[in-house]
């Protein structure tokens, strides 16, 4: 039983940073990667960015140079830095793990957090 647990969400102004964080709770023995997807009202849901377990990180391209993802393997745990916040940003903000193993040997293909809203507003 591995369960996503994200904190940080919130408000935000325009400008102004936030940090999301989400810890895989379990007992994992590895994982291949852990990232944040986000998806705005009536917007399909977009890929953020990811770390995977040999340290690479990703974002996209539309949050590059603002955003920031960065992962601890011994915590299990992934965390996005939300910096220079416009209202594009607004979105619930959704924790996603793949191929997370546990020591018992059942590996989930794909979990995903409930979700966390960050909201753009002065």
């Known amino acids: 039983q591995v369960q996503l647990e994200e904190s940080g969400g919130g408000q935000v102004q325009p400008g102004g940073s936030l940090r999301l964080s989400c810890v895989a709770h379990?007992?994992?023995?590895?994982?291949?990667?852990l990232g944040w997807y986000r998806q705005a009202p009536g917007k399909a849901r977009e890929l953020v960015g990811f770390?995977?377990?040999?340290?690479?990180?990703y974002v996209t391209d539309s949050v590059k140079g603002r955003f920031t993802i960065s992962g601890d393997n011994d915590k299990n745990a992934v965390y996005l830095q939300l910096n220079k916040a416009i209202p594009e940003d607004a979105a619930v903000y959704y924790c996603?793990?793949?191929?997370?193993?546990?020591?018992?040997?059942?590996?989930?293909?794909?979990?995903w957090g409930q979700g966390t809203l960050v909201t753009v507003s002065s």
């Open positions: 996603n793990a793949v191929s997370v193993v546990t020591v018992a040997g059942y590996e989930h293909r794909e979990l």
């Open positions: 379990g007992n994992i023995a590895s994982f291949a990667g």
């Open positions: 770390v995977t377990s040999g340290g690479s990180t």
